[in-house]
């Protein structure tokens, strides 16, 4: 036999007695603020102080960007340790993108790109012309941060990029 209607005390807003104190929460405002895109882009207080964190294996010394459970290298389940990887590396390979998503521009660069000390980041490359000829294997590159879009609530969200250095 089923409940009789109403018997849940709180299975909807419009059962509860407003005599008895219940009222809905009122919203409250928060400040807009900045957020990474992705979880391994720590942001500092300016742009410039941004950068990327990492793992590093404590069994080889392999670096990875963002977190890890185990090395890839290795097969160790660890430990690791939270490091600050570099802002500037090499690129490594890449592609262009000639047909994109709707709302994103074409062509564009998107490489990997092998940091300065160790980890390899998957980005866009920008400040330079899509074309082959322009990119070489091992150019070096240097990252950087910008605001790429923004929520409904005001909140923008920061991502990294690489441009030639």
Known sequence: MAPARGSFPCSRPRDLPLERGFRLAE???????????????????TREED?????????????????????????????FETVK???????????????????????????????????????NIVGIEPKPENLKFGMKLKMFTEKVSEDKEGNSYVAYRFTPA
């Open 85 to 123: 990887l570099a802002s500037t590396g090499e690129l490594h390979v890449f592609t262009i993108i000639h047909q994109a998503t709707p709302y994103v521009e074409a062509p564009y660069i998107a490489a990997i790109v092998d940091l300065d000390g160790g980890g390899s980041v998957n980005t």
């Open 51 to 79: 950068y990327l964190n990492g793992s590093v294996c404590k069994n080889c010394g392999t670096k990875y960007v963002g977190p890890r459970l185990f090395c890839g290298k290795c097969s160790s389940a660890g430990p």
């Open 27 to 45: 919203a409250t405002a928060v400040a807009p603020e900045l957020r990474p895109l992705v979880p391994h882009l720590t942001l500092g207080a």
